[in-house]
């Protein structure tokens, strides 16, 4: 079994290797621009982005899902079910 890995690994990394010789320099550039970026930021600069991104993630998921609740309770209102059902429905 292990040796299935290795040479599994040996194969991949052949295709990586034949990959970054034939697109050469534009490949470096970019893995370069990206390794500027992450290094252009301290640990702590990169948590209070990472925490910006999750909230604004979090905040669009919970107006989202919040819309489609309400749109569903209105057509429910609208076909005439009994409200205390629609309130007892909507805690749960």
């Known amino acids: 079994m292990l040796e299935k890995k290795q040479l599994w690994l ?7 290797a034949a990959f970054f010789i034939a697109k050469g320099e534009k490949v470096t550039q970019f893995f370069a621009g990206w390794v500027t970026v992450l290094g252009a930021f301290s640990v702590s600069e990169w948590g209070v982005i990472g925490g910006l991104m999750l909230g604004l993630a979090s905040f669009i998921l919970t ?17 005439g079910e009994p409200l205390e059902a629609l309130l007892d429905e909507d805690d749960r």
Do not use: P, Q, R
């Open 10 to 16: 040996t194969a991949l990394a052949g295709v990586v």
């Open 63 to 79: 107006w989202v899902y919040k819309h489609k609740n309400h749109e569903v309770l209105k057509a429910k209102v609208a076909s």
